[in-house]
Each structure stands twice: as structure tokens, then as C-alpha cells.
């Protein structure tokens, strides 16, 4: 009977703790999923925009590729603000998030007769500007974050909902670029402009609003 007792209190003790655990993952992962569908995230959504813009649909593999590196960069700002290790002011990067963007989206105007250098470098961007954008999620997330006893439950669900929101975007593109190139017969070289263009020109202008002197 008192091995029976013991092991029913194991079992209510995991239990409760993995209760308390999913509801913190799954209240992160929609704190993630929200910054980057929401209207507020126009910025993360515009350099998203920029970064898949001179792919098609039947390069979704190198997309996934681009988007996780896009991942792993703010995944490192995000973990090390949070931790307190390292900080920028929140000034410098709202500074700093448009003008990712100005420079992704001007590559891609420039380079929009050079492919596959453009691709190349695109995952170079990707990974680098993703740093300064991990800085942005975390003046969302670190208030939050710290209080928590371990910050890797509410780490791995923030992350995870930010790459789930990042999925749908690109797969919204995907299909709008689908429909352009194959029912309206739109030229490709055309769509790069057309959509670096309208990116630089938002992207300019929240720069130019938010220069932090």
C-alpha cells in the first residue's frame, strides 16, 4: 500500500507541473504567434516580405531554409536580452528594424537581374538582420520572461509561435505570388520591383520616423 500511495504521489506530482508547464508554453507560443500576425508587426512582416520576395513557390525548401535562419538570429538577441546579457535601447532598435529592411529590400532591386547571388545572400541577411529583430521580440517578451522561475519553457514557446506566424505569412505570399505569376501571367523581374519597391519606400519611411537623435 505505501509503494502504491508513492507512486500516486509521483504521478500527481508530474502531473500538476506538466499542466502548469503547457499552459506557460502555450501562453508564450500565442505571445509569439501575435507579434508577428498582429497589425502591429508590420515590420517584421515587411522584411519577411523583402527576404522571400525573389523566390518562387517551388523554392519553398530554401524559404523554410531562409526563415529558420531568420530564426536562429533572433532566437540569440531574444535568449541574451532576456538573460540580461546583452541590451541595445529600445530606441536605437526601432531604429534599426526598418533600416534591416531599407537594406534587404534595395539588395533586392539592385541584384534583381543576379538570382542566385541574390538568394545567397539573402540567407546572410536573414541571419544577421534576424539578430537585430530578436531585440525587438524581446522588449515584448522580457518583462514577462523574467518573472518566470526557468525562462526555457517560455523561450521555446515564444519562438516556436513566432516561426509558426512567420510560416503562414510566407505561405499567404507564396500563394498571392502563385496566383500573379500563373493566372495573371505577371512578369517575375516585374514582381521584384513592384514589391522591393513598396517595401523600401514604408520601410524608408519608418526609418527616416524613428531616428533615435
Known sequence: MQVFKFCSEINHYFRKHYTFIMQDFLFYLNLGWE???????????????????????????????????????????????????????????????????????????????KKQPLMKANYYLALIFGLIHGMGFANTARVMIAKSQSIAVPLLGFNIGLELGQIVIVFIILVMLFILLNIFKINKKDWILFVSSGVFALSLKMTLERIPF
Open 35 to 113: 507579434h508577428i500576425i498582429s497589425l502591429d508587426a508590420l515590420d517584421h512582416q515587411l522584411f519577411v516580405l523583402a527576404l522571400i520576395a525573389s523566390y518562387s513557390y517551388q523554392d519553398w525548401k530554401k524559404i523554410m531554409i531562409l526563415v529558420t535562419a531568420f530564426t536562429i538570429g533572433h532566437s540569440v538577441t531574444l535568449a541574451l536580452s532576456i538573460l540580461d546579457i546583452f541590451r541595445v535601447p529600445s530606441d536605437w532598435v526601432e531604429f534599426l528594424i526598418p533600416l534591416t529592411i531599407v537594406l534587404t529590400a534595395l539588395d533586392n532591386i539592385i541584384m534583381k537581374n
